[in-house]
């Protein structure tokens, strides 16, 4: 079977029509997320519009696919592998606190998310992939299916996008699950979709600081790391590596001070 690469992310696909938004969550704390909510959707609208005079509707085509790069780049994907698949992440990092001691740091314990397709979106549309992360914290965790619904509805994608991106009953396409099987093994679960990529339990290879700007979470938590993961024995789908980039939010406070014993964080990531 053919090696292959799995990157991770949250996503939608398409066809034409206007978006009904759900409600923005009124308590993210970024002083710009409605400006960049009204970025996205705006943008949104100039592709729907671009698209009535084009010749040719665009390809799904994950070749076509850059790696998107942090000031320290994380090591490139392993000769031979081909992109295998783009998830839009949206869940929460989860952690741990020792309650005797506000000083204490937090310990990261797993974390929990729902994948969506965004392969031919980020593939297609790689200028609005790159805002999939940060537009998605602007909206609950409750909200997500209208969320990807609404964007679905908005993009030009031909028919031939649709059993790749679109479930049969939804509008939004899910990938998979995200979700830790102990403490040291990330677990990607993409046999439960229609696609049965595969599984995908993994180990960390490398990881490098979010960039600077990108996206904060709800309560302007930082971005957490990109990281490089390795897959190990028992995966399937020949599945190798995973890659998490372009996070939002998820970090944790810098101390337990007033925290719970256990708390989550919520985020996203390609």
Known sequence: MRASLFLSALSVSSVMAAPVLPEINA???HADSLKKVSEYFNLLAVKVQQS????????CDLSK???PQAPSPLPAPSFGLTLRHVALGRGTQNYTCDTTNSSAIPVANG??????NASCIVSAYPDI???LSGVSMNF???DLASVASSIAKSLPVPPSFLKQTLAPTSGMAVSGAHYFTNASTPFFNMDASQWKIGEAPCAKNNSTPAPEAAPRGQQGEKAVAWLKLITR???TGGLQEVYRV?????SAPETCEGMPEAFEVQYAAQ
């Not at 974390?111 to 969506?116: E, G, H, M, N, Q």
């Not at 372009?246 to 998820?250: D, H, L, W």
């Open 65 to 67: 696919v850059a790696m």
């Open 111 to 116: 974390a929990v998310a729902s994948l969506f």
């Open 233 to 235: 024995p028992g995966a």
């Open 129 to 131: 992939g790159a805002m």
């Open 140 to 142: 609950n965790l409750s």
């Open 246 to 250: 372009e996070t939002a939010g998820g």
């Open 27 to 29: 308590n993210s704390a």
């Open 52 to 59: 009535k005079f084009e010749s040719a509707v665009p390809t």
